[in-house]
């Protein structure tokens, strides 16, 4: 019988973890572009090529799985999503949560183990991290049932943020349960959509989570779990396997 987590922290690295590499096919787009990408991974154990494939199609990134094609998304979408964006966009409400999606190979990336630095250390390598937050708060909307649990290690960032405000109101408007956790520096009004778990230490202060979870199996579920580890450095990975995110929505549940 497997021993309870007895941290978010374990979850991290618990999984099957497979090697992973990216590589962009036939790129016409400009090189820096393609730096982009490097740049973003550089830090990562996913590794970032180059490929001439005749007869294929141009500026293609396919993810591959111990060397097998698992996904593919256009280097377009890449560039829309995470590659010429930065965190404003989603802390300023500029993408709408509707317009927000998440390219193939980001998702197949789920149960790999990431070690991101915030600024000034990287500009981009908290992107990812930042994108998934809010597709799966996206997919909670969406699907209108079950619970989303969502720390921000500071509570007042619901209200200094005018995009992630606009998004827990739009959540509200559903019948998803909601449930927020952070440092209670700032309290929700009365009208907030949610139920707020509050704390000064622990996880409270040092976790980043997001998890979309419902026993409706047409629902799409997911989690993403990281943890502060130094000066603004996460480790983290996502996850959409259902036992994975019941997991995590249990262990939340239970310990804060």
């Given at each position: 019988?497997t021993?309870?987590?007895?941290?978010?922290?374990?979850?991290?690295?618990?999984?099957?973890?497979?090697h992973r590499?990216?590589a962009?096919?036939n790129?016409?787009?400009?090189?820096?572009?393609h730096?982009?990408l490097?740049?973003?991974f550089?830090?990562?154990?996913?590794?970032v090529?180059?490929?001439?494939?005749p007869d294929?199609?141009?500026?293609?990134v396919?993810?591959l799985?111990?060397?097998?094609?698992?996904?593919?998304?256009?280097?377009?979408?890449?560039?829309?999503?995470?590659?010429?964006?930065?965190?404003?966009?989603?802390?300023?409400?500029?993408?709408?949560?509707?317009d927000?999606?998440?390219?193939?190979?980001f998702e197949?990336?789920?149960?790999?183990?990431?070690?991101?630095?915030?600024?000034?250390a990287?500009n981009s390598?908290k992107?990812?991290l930042?994108?998934?937050?809010?597709?799966?708060?996206?997919?909670?909307w969406?699907?209108?049932?079950?619970?989303l649990?969502?720390s921000?290690?500071?509570?007042?960032?619901?209200?200094?943020e005018r995009g992630?405000?606009k998004?827990?109101?739009?959540l509200?408007?559903?019948?998803?349960?909601?449930h927020v956790?952070?440092?209670?520096d700032?309290?929700?009004?009365?009208?907030f959509?949610?139920?707020?778990h509050?704390?000064?230490?622990?996880e409270?202060r040092?976790?980043?989570?997001?998890?979309?979870?419902?026993?409706?199996?047409?629902a799409r579920?997911?989690?993403?779990?990281?943890?502060h580890?130094?000066?603004?450095?996460?480790?983290?990975?996502?996850?959409?396997?259902?036992?994975r995110?019941?997991?995590?929505?249990?262990?939340?549940e239970?310990?804060?």
């Amino acid at each position: 019988m497997t021993d309870p987590p007895d941290s978010l922290a374990s979850f991290i690295g618990s999984g099957e973890v497979t090697h992973r590499s990216l590589a962009v096919v036939n790129r016409t787009r400009p090189q820096p572009i393609h730096d982009m990408l490097e740049e973003l991974f550089a830090q990562q154990t996913v590794s970032v090529e180059e490929l001439d494939v005749p007869d294929s199609e141009e500026n293609l990134v396919v993810l591959l799985e111990e060397g097998d094609v698992v996904a593919t998304s256009p280097l377009k979408a890449l560039e829309d999503e995470i590659l010429l964006v930065n965190s404003d966009l989603y802390v300023t409400g500029a993408k709408a949560l509707e317009d927000v999606s998440l390219p193939a190979v980001f998702e197949g990336l789920e149960e790999t183990p990431f070690r991101v630095r915030g600024y000034p250390a990287s500009n981009s390598e908290k992107l990812p991290l930042i994108m998934m937050s809010r597709y799966i708060e996206k997919l909670a909307w969406e699907d209108g049932v079950g619970c989303l649990r969502s720390s921000f290690q500071r509570l007042s960032r619901l209200d200094d943020e005018r995009g992630t405000r606009k998004v827990y109101r739009k959540l509200g408007s559903t019948d998803v349960d909601v449930h927020v956790y952070g440092v209670p520096d700032w309290i929700p009004p009365k009208p907030f959509p949610g139920v707020v778990h509050a704390g000064y230490f622990g996880e409270f202060r040092s976790s980043w989570f997001v998890v979309h979870h419902a026993d409706d199996e047409d629902a799409r579920t997911a989690a993403l779990i990281a943890e502060h580890v130094g000066n603004d450095e996460w480790e983290a990975l996502w996850t959409f396997q259902h036992d994975r995110v019941s997991a995590v929505n249990r262990y939340v549940e239970r310990a804060l």
